[in-house]
C-alpha cells in the first residue's frame, strides 16, 4: 500500500500536466484557467459549510459522552478534500470533490476502520470546587 501511495505522488504531477494540456486543448486557455479558480472557490466553500456542520455534530456527540470517532475521520476527509481542491489541477479537483460526496467518505471509512484503533480519553467536565479568593491591602503584601 505503501508503494501505491508513493508511486501515485509521482505520477500525480504528470498526469495533472496532461490533464492541463488536454483540458486546455479542449475548452482554451483563458477557460481553463477560469476553471482552476472556480473550483477551487468553491470547494473551499464547501468544505467550509461541511466542516462546520461536523464540527457541531462532533461537539453534541462528545457532549452526550459518545466517542465521535466517525465524525472525526469525515473531518479529516473533508480537510483532505479542501488540501486538494485548493491544489491546481483538475485530478486533484476530481478526488477533493469526490471525498465531499458523503456516500463516498462512507465507503472509505468502512475500508479504512477494519485498521483503526479509536481511543478516547475525553471525560465530561463537572464543575470543580469553588475557589476562594484572598484580599490583600497594599500594606499586607511585601
Excluded at 38 to 64: E, F, K, N, P
Excluded at 84 to 103: E, H, R
Excluded at 127 to 134: E, W
Amino acid at each position: 500500500m505503501a508503494r501505491f501511495i508513493a508511486l501515485a505522488l509521482l505520477a500525480l504531477p504528470f498526469i495533472e500536466i496532461a490533464g492541463f494540456i488536454w483540458v486546455g486543448g479542449q475548452i482554451g486557455i483563458l477557460a481553463t484557467l477560469a476553471a482552476i479558480v472556480l473550483t477551487a472557490v468553491a470547494g473551499i466553500m464547501i468544505v467550509r459549510w461541511q466542516g462546520l456542520g461536523m464540527v457541531l455534530d462532533s461537539r453534541a456527540m462528545m457532549a452526550r459522552g459518545e466517542v465521535p470517532a466517525r465524525q472525526f475521520a469525515d473531518m479529516m476527509m473533508i480537510a483532505l478534500a479542501g488540501l486538494l481542491l485548493v491544489v491546481p489541477g483538475f485530478v486533484t479537483d476530481l478526488i477533493g470533490f469526490a471525498l465531499l460526496i458523503p456516500p463516498v467518505r462512507g465507503a472509505l471509512y468502512r475500508l479504512l476502520s477494519r485498521n483503526m484503533v479509536v481511543v478516547s480519553t475525553y471525560r465530561p467536565s463537572q464543575p470543580g470546587p469553588a475557589y476562594k479568593s484572598i484580599d490583600l491591602d497594599s500594606g499586607d503584601y511585601r
